[in-house]
């Protein structure tokens, strides 16, 4: 069976976890305390991160990676389109939310709320979340100039770009960090893809001293 080192909240773990899950890859979910870079860990990635998947006899790091290995080995169902530009497309969005959304949001209100928390690493700064509470709205607004043009954020297909959005929208919804209210084609786009049966496990995540709200698990919010 494949063995996934994870942390219930991380966007980049959950990304693989859809993946996964789309790709009915049955999978151990093993929480890593990545922050305690044991040696063990440091062994599976000297980089310290997560998510760590093993399978077919590999360890591999990076969820991008990880994600595009699964879609080339497993291709059923696709995740990635077979048009190179359809592909730039999705790899572009990928990169939009695993480094601007996360630099901009992500990392400004989540680890802010949470990660300190858990990893004892203090309390939050009230400026970074106040910036965080900001740039949402942006990217919110830019989903919805994408997802009115468009089926999925990519294209006509689902693809690893909804997947990774998904990730980080649903690990901010934990703590209510979105507000769904600002645009009623992202909210129905969100609904639609929660709804998926891969979405299932990360719904059920709970995290010591963080309970979501009750929107969070309910598939008609």
Request: hydrophobic share 45%; net charge positive.
């Given at each position: 069976?494949?063995?996934?080192?994870?942390?219930?909240?991380?966007?980049?773990?959950?990304?693989?976890?859809?993946?996964?899950?789309?790709?009915?890859?049955?999978?151990?979910?093993v929480e890593e305390r990545y922050w305690e870079a044991s040696p063990d860990f440091l062994r599976r990635n000297p980089a310290a991160k997560v998510p760590v998947l093993q399978l077919d006899g590999r360890t591999m790091a990076e969820s991008a990676a990880i994600c595009e290995y699964l879609d080339e080995t497993r291709p059923d169902p696709p995740l990635m389109p077979r048009d190179p530009a359809e592909r730039l497309e999705v790899r572009r969005l990928i990169g939009w939310f695993d480094d601007k959304f996360h630099g901009e949001v992500t990392s400004k209100l989540l680890y802010e709320r949470v990660n300190k928390k858990v990893t004892g690493q203090g309390y939050p700064d009230s400026g970074n979340v106040k910036a965080g509470s900001k740039a949402i709205k942006y990217h919110?607004?830019?989903?919805?100039?994408?997802?009115?043009?468009?089926?999925?954020?990519?294209?006509?297909?689902?693809?690893?770009?909804?997947?990774?959005?998904?990730?980080?929208?649903?690990?901010?919804?934990?703590?209510?960090?979105?507000?769904?209210?600002?645009?009623?084609?992202?909210?129905?786009?969100?609904?639609?893809?929660?709804?998926?049966?891969?979405?299932?496990?990360?719904?059920?995540?709970?995290?010591?001293?963080?309970?979501?709200?009750?929107?969070?698990?309910?598939?008609?919010?």
């Open positions: 069976m494949a063995r996934l080192y994870h942390v219930p909240l991380s966007p980049f773990c959950r990304k693989v976890r859809l993946a996964l899950a789309e790709k009915r890859i049955e999978v151990q979910l919110l607004d830019y989903m919805h100039w994408l997802l009115d043009r468009r089926r999925w954020l990519a294209g006509d297909a689902m693809t690893l770009a909804d997947f990774a959005a998904a990730a980080h929208l649903s690990s901010l919804d934990y703590i209510s960090d979105v507000d769904w209210n600002r645009s009623a084609v992202v909210k129905d786009w969100y609904a639609k893809i929660k709804s998926r049966p891969a979405f299932r496990s990360i719904l059920a995540d709970q995290v010591p001293g963080f309970r979501p709200p009750p929107h969070y698990t309910d598939l008609d919010f």
